[in-house]
């Protein structure tokens, strides 16, 4: 059912560094910034509780974080994808530091033996000790530095395991993990229609009818909202907490999830008998225990990171967290501070762009974009560019006295100061075009862009484009399976 494809908890992330789990969302936390936004030491890029991290070693480390995320993702991160991923690794990084400082305050270290063990697992696991040593020594690393890497390791394992040593699992809490429930819902996109069908429920309409009436979810209004059965941990928690709190019969009040609000009817609660609980208890309690243990790391993870005393002493990514937490004067102040270390770098200009947009000061923001477009041939640049355009566009139209009732495009043609920034947007956007040869998506997307602004003759060129890469793609494919059914009527 799309519904419940779609309505999987997939909100937190979780990553696992050296066996301690951190949580990084979008914003890692809300920090004091200790210190001021000044220089410091170029050799550094941040500290914690007085921990530095070495510019050139976070450097390095990071191009093999890139490289390997870009080829995961095929090639498509972009130069605007750095920054975060900048930010988050260095958080990774300095909560990984500050880790290792509590693991020494409990007296936890890893001993010889236990080094020398896992050393001796990996050679075996490549092929013996002279195989390890050359692929350390094709990568650059040595074994000291490997070494190193699997004391951490141990110490962090012996750490997670003295954070979670009482954390425990109680036969009621398996068998309500294994509980199931039957459950049916109506999906709809605004609070007020919720509301009123939640009072048509209760003055006695049928549930099912409502549900194919109204219902968003396409998956399940045509069975009158029907989810069938379904545990613990499929649903989003709001979700989740509303049926499993319903009782058999009952209808929730509109619940509010990222879909949008919910009327829930729970049908049927289901519960294993002591047979079926014998034999589903053992994978149940395993998983449930590791869960509540994730959910203690985690929380002693935060509790540690809020505490903590952060410096981060590079400009671009100390502005990359102000803008996070809604500090946008902060940020630009930073922004613009990096931008006296690297002038017109474009990728600075963009994030700049980016905040001065979220100020609310499109007009900065898109001097800003103009500036970064100039000195990068990126597509997201130069698409962001043309959105911000737009919105610079439409509020100039938006200015005038006017009733008239046209097209953007339409008033670009009749106004020079309009036709000037649209004139700006084109060359970007041809630029764009140009650099992206045979890429199918960024013709598309450019001819997107173009379809927005009502510019459907260069739309229609992007399309045109399209298809003569296609049909060259499709021609190339026909030669190389005429040649192989030429080679193999010759054998």
Known sequence: MAFMSKIRDNTKVILVVAGIILVIGTVAATFAFAGSAGKAPSKYIAEINGIKLERNQFEQDFYYVWQQQNQMSYGQLTGLDQEPMRAQYMMQLLMREALLDEAKKLGLDATKEEIDAEMAQIAEAVGGADELKARLDIIGISEDTLKEDIRNSVIFEKLQDEITKDVD????????????????????????????????????????????????????????????????????????????????????????????????????????????????????????????????????????????????????????????????????????????????????????????????????????????????????????????????MQNIVNAKETEEEKSLFEWTLEDEELKAIYADIVKALDEASSSAGEDLLSHLQLAQVFNMFGDTERGQAEMDKIKAITEKIDAEESLDEDADSLENTED
């Open 169 to 392: 699992v109680t036969d009621d809490e398996v068998r309500q993990q294994l509980e199931e429930v039957n459950a049916s819902h109506i999906l709809v996109d605004n609070e007020e229609l919720a509301n009123e069908l939640y009072q048509k429920l209760q003055d006695g309409a049928d549930f099912a009818e409502l549900a194919k009436e109204y219902s968003l979810d396409t998956g399940s209004k045509d069975d009158g909202g029907a989810l069938g059965f379904f545990g613990r941990g499929v649903m989003i928690s709001e979700f989740e907490d509303a049926a499993f709190n319903l009782e058999a019969g009952e209808i929730s009040e509109p619940v509010r999830s990222q879909f949008g609000y919910h009327i829930i009817k729970t049908i049927e609660h289901k519960v294993l008998d002591d047979e079926e609980f014998a034999e589903k208890k053992d994978e149940a309690r395993e998983k449930l225990l590791l869960d509540k243990k994730n959910n203690v790391l985690s929380q002693y993870v935060s509790a540690l990171q809020a505490k903590s005393k952060i410096k981060i002493y590079d400009s671009q990514l100390r502005a990359w967290f102000e803008l996070s937490e809604g500090k946008i004067e902060d940020a630009i102040k930073s922004y613009n501070e990096a931008l006296k270390d690297r002038p017109g770098d474009p990728y600075i200009l963009a994030s700049l762009a980016e905040a001065y947009r979220r100020k609310g000061d499109i007009d900065t923001a898109w001097d800003n974009y103009r500036k970064a477009s100039a000195g990068s041939n990126e597509l997201a640049i130069k698409l962001n560019m043309a959105l911000i355009g737009q919105t610079k």
